[in-house]
Each structure stands twice: as structure tokens, then as C-alpha cells.
């Protein structure tokens, strides 16, 4: 199994950036797509961003295309999010995300492996 921390949330003012990072354990990381989802207060988890296990292939929530990059380095175990030009909206906990399953990571249903969260605060 695959074990994930992430890290690099925090307190960002709008229009700033951050960068979080998702380190998995294992030597199987490079078997599973990654994924990026996000939780609001009071609302539903909501996808984010996923990586294609062969890195070749990127997919985002419309919310966030043209601000936010996610890219994966297989030597290193570790999937990032690359947040810029934030906006409140953006404020939530973000979880990493892992699955055999290109179509779950995209979906957000029945992922068999989150990590803990890390807090997004954007203030305004």
C-alpha cells in the first residue's frame, strides 16, 4: 500500500501562490495516478487536479485551469500543486490522492488512498 503526507498549505493573501507537496511511501508510486482534491467548509470534496501515472497527462477542474499545475517526480516519491493567482475561493483543505484507476483519480469516488489534508487560507 501507499502511504501519503502532504505539506506547503498555509495562509496566502489573494493573487498569491503556494506550492503543496504530497510525498508517498513505497516503491510502487510510480503504479498510480495522483490526484489533488479539495473540501470547503459546509461543502462537498471536490476534484482538483490529477496526474496520469506516466506523467504524460494532466487534468484539471475548470475552477482552477490556467492557475494551478500539477506535476509528479517519480524519483522522489512526490506529487506537487503548483497554486497561483489564489483567490478565497480556493480556501479549503486539499488532499492527495492516489489510485490504480485513471477514471477514480478524475472522479473522486472510491479512491483507495488520501492523505490527511493540508489547510488553504486565502485571504481577501
Known amino acids: 500500500q501507499v502511504q501519503l503526507v502532504e505539506s506547503g498549505g498555509g495562509l496566502v493573501q489573494a493573487g498569491g501562490s503556494l506550492r503543496l507537496s504530497c510525498a508517498a511511501s513505497?516503491?510502487?508510486?510510480?503504479?498510480?495516478?495522483m490526484g489533488w482534491f479539495r473540501q470547503a467548509s459546509g461543502k462537498e470534496r471536490e476534484f482538483v487536479a490529477a496526474?496520469?501515472?506516466?506523467?504524460?497527462?494532466?487534468y484539471y477542474a475548470d475552477s482552477v485551469k490556467g492557475r494551478f499545475t500539477i506535476s509528479r517526480d517519480n524519483a522522489k516519491n512526490t506529487v506537487y500543486l503548483q497554486m497561483n493567482s489564489l483567490k478565497p475561493e480556493d480556501t479549503a483543505v486539499y488532499y492527495c490522492?492516489?489510485?490504480?484507476?485513471?477514471?477514480?483519480?478524475?472522479?473522486?469516488?472510491?479512491?483507495?488512498?488520501w492523505g490527511q489534508g493540508t489547510q488553504v487560507t486565502v485571504s481577501s
Open positions: 490522492a492516489a489510485d490504480s484507476s485513471y477514471r477514480q483519480i478524475t472522479g473522486g469516488n472510491k479512491i483507495n488512498y
Open positions: 513505497g516503491r510502487t508510486f510510480s503504479n498510480y495516478h
Open positions: 496526474i496520469h501515472k506516466t506523467g504524460n497527462i494532466n
